[in-house]
């Protein structure tokens, strides 16, 4: 009971923050292009407990759509257009929640303007367009923009310290879910249309795929299979709504991912579980005849909303044989758990990383594209070369599933 009271409270929080920041007088004033209902938990929420953050503007292709969101939020300003926001001196950063297939446009136009970006993932439709977006002259430049491909998930806290848990040479296996209820979901969605860049994979897959690169510490060299569902009815037939992926890693590892938009009526929380290679430990109490293996299972669930509520599992799986005949004389589990809603919850090299246990994974990343833009220590990051090389997996996943890459825009 006690713990359901403090996931309620923590969520409370989250959405109406304990106070609202006095904003700085050089704080980062955003301009938000689209009305999506994904800005409000992305940037919108987390910017009332950051005092350098102010959302200044929105536009929507739908004046009367972002005049009423903008109600909705408090934003004081509603501009006719695009353009609008991104040519306007008055702000520095825009958030784009657009479809996929209009990230890279919007992006591309938002950094020649000077604009910090930060993009929602996936941040483009394919990694012909990422090689692009991300190598622009302009952001090697001094004082160049800031661009972020928004994959708030690799922020939480809870994420980091599982990481630290890993070793990524013991990997041999690692499974990655997501989910998302039939019920949340329909055919109208630009999740399904294909001009949109739509498909599960570039919705929740793309969680999936990252954790698998992340955990291996190496980029996939083969995508081994990738079986897919799509719906059958000549407009909507070329957009995943699931798939299963098999992917091999350099050190002879497996990583399988798995996700669907059409999930069943309750939803799942995401997990990810890392398997690791078996190792003698040693152990001075038992006779030189035996031996003591060891094999490691980790899983964190909920690795991509871990606010709402997460765990991680660690267990242990040990065996003592006979060094002569291999037959094992005793075989136990051992399992233990662990959160981090903080830094300080995580402990080691994180605990003095800043953070409240009410901050979503997005108010973590907004922390640090703030900084990174103020000039100051960024901990966390998804730089060029990750942004790109999250791209070519999923590509390489939609060739072996045979309904091929998104399309690439036609803007220059």
């Known amino acids: 009971m006690a713990s359901l009271v403090s996931m309620v409270g923590r969520i409370y929080q989250a959405f109406i923050p304990p106070q609202q920041a006095a904003k700085v007088e050089d704080a980062l004033k955003f301009g938000i292009l689209g009305a999506a209902g994904i800005a409000q938990l992305a940037l919108i929420t987390p910017a ?47 958030f784009i ?15 020649r303007a000077g604009k910090h970006v930060l993009l929602e993932k996936p941040s483009v439709s394919n ?19 800031v661009l972020l ?10 994420w980091s310290y599982f990481r630290s848990l890993i070793d990524p040479a013991n990997v041999v296996h690692i499974n990655a879910v997501s989910m998302i209820p039939w019920w949340l979901t329909s055919k109208d969605d630009s999740h399904f249309n294909y001009e949109l ?26 995508c081994l299979d990738c079986e897919v569902h799509a719906y059958t009815d000549g407009i909507h037939d070329k957009c995943d709504y699931d798939f299963r992926a098999q992917f091999r890693f350099p050190n002879g590892g497996i990583g399988e991912a798995s996700s669907t938009l059409r999930g069943p009526t309750f939803w799942s929380p995401s997990h990810v579980t890392v398997t690791n290679k078996e190792i003698i430990v040693e152990d001075k109490s038992l006779p030189e005849s035996q031996l003591k293996a060891q094999k490691r299972e980790l899983t964190l669930h909920s690795f991509i909303h871990g606010l709402y509520w997460h765990r991680i599992d660690i267990k242990d799986v040990y065996e003592i044989r006979d060094q002569d005949t291999g037959n094992v004389i005793r075989k136990w589990e051992e399992k233990t758990s662990r959160k981090a ?23 973590h990343q907004l922390e640090q594209f703030v900084n990174r833009i103020k000039g100051r220590k960024t901990q ?22 045979g309904l091929g890459p998104r399309p690439t825009s036609s803007f220059k």
């Open 48 to 94: 009332k407990s950051h005092p350098e953050v102010i959302i200044q503007a929105v536009s929507a292709r739908d004046r009367k759509r972002a005049e009423a969101f903008a109600k909705s939020h408090g934003i004081p300003e509603v501009r006719d257009s695009y353009e609008d926001i991104i040519n306007d001196p008055n702000i520095d950063c825009v």
């Open 97 to 111: 929640p657009l479809p996929n297939s209009l990230h890279y446009e919007w992006a591309v136009r938002a950094i």
């Open 127 to 145: 990694s012909t367009e990422a090689e692009i977006l991300f190598s622009l002259p302009e952001l090697s430049q001094p004082n160049a923009p």
């Open 149 to 158: 491909e928004a994959f708030h998930s690799r922020f939480f806290p809870a």
């Open 197 to 222: 860049s739509g498909g599960s994979m570039m919705a929740m897959g793309t969680y999936n795929l990252a954790a698998l690169r992340l955990l291996f510490d190496a980029e996939p060299e083969e």
């Open 341 to 363: 809603y903080t830094f300080k919850e995580a402990g080691g090299d994180f605990a003095d990383l800043p953070g409240e246990s009410y901050w979503i994974s997005y108010r």
């Open 380 to 401: 966390h990051w998804v730089d060029r070369s990750d942004s790109i090389a999250q791209m070519k997996m999923l590509d390489m996943a939609y060739e072996k599933s």
